[in-house]
């Protein structure tokens, strides 16, 4: 079944190249986890919007320690 899109989904290499910056400083703009200069910040998200860049749950709960997801087991 067709997705709709003719191109594949944007990824943070993408919003690095198209801001000028490294994929590092995309990841320190999304996490805030480093200071970045009100430029280079307004940079990544101007790129990011262009390119409707949303980050992947799954490779960040892979990432992270935490999923954030909550299983339910009920026996019938």
Do not use: H
Not at 66 to 72: G, K, Q
């Amino acid at each position: 079944m067709a997705s709709g899109r003719d191109r594949p989904l944007p990824t943070s290499k993408d919003v690095a190249a198209l801001a000028g910056v490294s994929q590092s400083t995309v990841s320190y703009v999304l996490s805030g986890k480093r200071p970045i200069s009100a430029e280079t910040r307004q940079r990544v998200e101007d790129a990011i919007a262009e390119l409707t860049y949303q980050p992947n749950a799954g490779a960040r709960a892979l990432r992270g320690r935490r999923t954030n997801v909550v299983a339910l087991v009920v026996r019938f």
